[in-house]
């Protein structure tokens, strides 16, 4: 398997605008975890599907962010418009079985707001 | 879930076993004890867990007391690209699938 796939691996845009992180998690997987990592923060859970359902989404920042997983094979996660405070790393992870922490992080996508 | 508590930093020798600690005195009977680790500029890697048994796999050994308030990670020949922030997570199993990272240990292998 090839892993956890994210695009893009970097993003630049300009305040205000909308970006859109794109994650396929590994086959067979049935849970799909969304971080964002920064220097100030570190690494934090921001929403995570079990089955393509949002279980917890109570580490979103605010409405500005949301994500989606239409399939088992696919997720988003979007800003909406986006500020510089929102530059950081997003990594999406996924992972097999109820409980299972074992979790397959991606290699992040850089994402800089000018 | 409990509270983990880590060193910032460590230094090893190259070749030499890394003993990374981690202290978890309020860990409760149903807690597991998780290690990941992150390389510069990758996604976090799963390394290991256990409840209250020593475990080992091909990455590291765990070591847990036997009152459960700490462990150890164990590298046994610590390489250069062992380089790497190290998680130490204490959590209940079967409750969703919430990590929540900590600061962690920056362990830096020497040459």
């Known amino acids: 398997d090839a892993g956890v796939i ?14 859109t992180l794109r994650c396929k998690p590994i086959s067979g997987h049935d849970y799909l975890f969304w971080y964002r ?3 100030m923060r570190g690494l934090e859970l921001l929403i995570y599907f079990n089955n393509n ?10 409405d500005r962010f949301s994500a989606k997983m239409p399939n088992a094979s696919f997720s988003t996660l979007k800003i909406q418009p986006s500020e510089p405070r929102d530059s950081a790393v997003y ?6 079985g109820t409980g299972r922490y074992e979790q397959y992080f991606g290699p992040g996508t850089r994402l800089t707001v000018t | 879930d409990a509270k983990t ?19 978890h005195s309020t860990i409760s009977g149903n807690e597991y004890v998780y290690w990941y680790r992150q390389i ?9 867990h256990g409840l209250k048994n020593n475990e080992t796999n091909e ?4 070591i847990i007391t036997e009152d459960r308030k700490s462990s150890t990670l164990i590298l046994p020949h610590a390489t250069l690209r062992d380089t790497a922030v190290y998680y130490c997570i204490a959590l209940i ?3 969703g699938g919430k990590l929540i990272f900590g600061q962690g240990t920056e362990l830096s292998v020497k040459p």
Do not use: K, W
């Open chain 1, 91 to 96: 990594f999406c992870a996924s992972s097999l």
């Open chain 2, 59 to 62: 990455m590291a050994s765990l």
């Open chain 2, 93 to 95: 199993y079967n409750q």
């Open chain 1, 53 to 62: 359902v949002p279980i917890d989404d109570s580490g979103m920042p605010e």
């Open chain 2, 40 to 48: 510069h500029s990758q996604g976090p890697q799963y390394i290991i």
């Open chain 2, 5 to 23: 508590t880590q060193p910032p930093s460590m230094d090893c020798a190259e070749g030499r076993a890394a003993n990374l600690p981690c202290n």
């Open chain 1, 6 to 19: 994210q695009s893009p691996r970097h993003e630049v845009t300009e305040m205000g605008q909308e970006v």
């Open chain 1, 37 to 39: 990592q920064t220097m």
